[in-house]
Nanobody, 119 residues
Framework: QVQLVESGGGSVQAGGSLRLSCVASGNTDNICMAWFRQAPGKERERVTRITADGSTSYSESVEGRFTITKDNAKNTLFLQMNSLKPEDTAVYYC??????????????WGSGTPVTVSS
């Protein structure tokens, strides 16, 4: 009973920045949220997540470059992506879990927003 809509994707040169947004609606109480991405020919991977109480974690590939934040009042999740690399090119998906710490995986998914990073 959670709907997610991503936005903010686009094309950028290597070294540039993008900020993705995800608006959540429905029953958003105490949910854990995350960003995933999937590049052609690769499996979907979790980029980062933020728990209901604000704890964050990042994959090794984006640590130090990406930042996940949320505005609880607006039920909006953000992903600030800096120092982008060509290997960051993928479709980025917003996801949510009914569990506070994403203990049981993700239950809801957005449709994705594409990001292309060129050399």
């Amino acid at each position: 009973q959670v709907q997610l809509v991503e936005s903010g994707g686009g094309s950028v040169q290597a070294g540039g920045s993008l900020r993705l947004s995800c608006v959540a609606s429905g029953n958003t109480d105490n949910i854990c949220m995350a960003w995933f991405r999937q590049a052609p020919g690769k499996e979907r991977e979790r980029v980062t997540r933020i728990t209901a109480d604000g704890s964050t974690s990042y994959s090794e590939s984006v640590e130090g470059r990406f930042t996940i934040t949320k505005d609880n009042a607006k039920n909006t999740l953000f992903l600030q992506m800096n120092s982008l690399k060509p290997e960051d090119t993928a479709v980025y998906y917003c996801a949510a879990s009914r569990y506070t710490y994403c203990w049981r995986g993700m239950d809801y998914w957005g449709s994705g927003t594409p990001v292309t990073v060129s050399s």
